[in-house]
């Protein structure tokens, strides 16, 4: 595809940079919805919620990272993804994530105590189980 422009994508977690390459075109998971970026984007800034990020090389192959919260700034060419966690989908630990799956859910019915530090247990657990789903997710598109 020569005459394809090309869009350089950036993301980042606490950890560090976890992809860095010029690609063709990313699909980010914003809260209310996916949001597919070519290059000369117009500007922007927006919030993601938990989700898989899809990449399109410029060969034409897809890669898949799962990614947390966090948000998005696009300048025309470039995309940084900044987010609280992301791995490609070929280093996820699937049985990792499926303790974590189980663990989550056990936390969530495990809800008897009607205070405060119950609710903030409950959305921990509840955010967790997303996270863990959301990695089965994405590990599924590197078997």
């Known amino acids: 595809m020569a005459d394809e422009r090309v869009l350089h994508v950036e993301v980042v977690t606490p950890d560090g940079e976890v992809f860095s ?4 075109m990313v699909v980010l998971p914003g809260i209310e919805g996916e949001l597919g970026i070519l290059a000369r ?8 919620g938990v989700g898989e990020t899809r990449i399109r090389a410029l060969d034409g192959t897809w890669e898949y990272i799962a990614t947390g919260i966090g948000y998005a700034q696009v300048l025309f060419d470039k995309v940084l993804v900044v987010t609280d966690h992301g791995e490609p989908a070929g280093r996820i630990d699937v049985s990792r994530a499926e303790v974590a799956q189980r663990r989550a859910r056990e936390r969530m019915q495990e809800r008897h105590d009607p ?4 609710e903030v247990d409950y959305f921990r657990a509840e ?16 078997r």
Not at 115 to 118: E, L
């Open 21 to 24: 390459q010029d690609v063709a």
């Open 127 to 142: 955010q967790a189980l997303r996270r863990a789903e959301n990695r089965l997710h994405v590990a599924g598109h590197s």
């Open 41 to 48: 984007h117009q500007p922007l800034v927006t919030l993601l």
């Open 115 to 118: 205070g405060a530090q119950a």
